[in-house]
């Protein structure tokens, strides 16, 4: 898939030379006729210039669109969806290491009163 993506790319990077060159040859020929004044024909080259970049736009949007498409049917995630699980496992590991303190602390009071390790029911006291 890679390489039929690069494949059409430098097709058509290729074309856009040719075609630019071609273009110039052809103003160039129009001017020396002189059917066509410099500034006429820079003023053609630009117009058609700020076209293609307007066309290269929406290629460029629908080619993104296309590539979103195909990752999400492949499974991938989005930025936003994995910015979302991180902070979920922030929110998480913070959740998990307060209630890992409070056990700390409850394990350190049961300790001190001497009542760790023994059984309900059972006094500390009998022997």
Do not use: C, H, Y
């Amino acid at each position: 898939m890679n390489g039929f993506i690069k494949s059409g790319f430098l097709l058509g990077l290729g074309a856009a030379v040719a075609g630019k060159e071609k273009l110039d040859d052809t103003f160039m020929k129009l001017i020396e006729k002189g059917s066509m004044t410099q500034t006429e024909a820079d003023t053609i080259f630009d117009d058609l210039f700020r076209k293609g970049e307007t066309k290269s736009e929406e290629w460029d949007k629908e080619f993104r669109e296309m590539a979103k498409s195909q990752l999400r049917e492949l499974g991938f995630v989005t930025r936003e969806e994995l910015d979302i699980v991180q902070a979920q496992l922030v929110l998480l590991q913070q959740e998990l290491t307060q209630l890992r303190n409070n056990k700390s602390n409850t394990d350190l009071d049961q300790t001190e009163q001497g009542i760790e390790n023994i059984p309900p029911g059972f006094s500390k006291d009998v022997k």
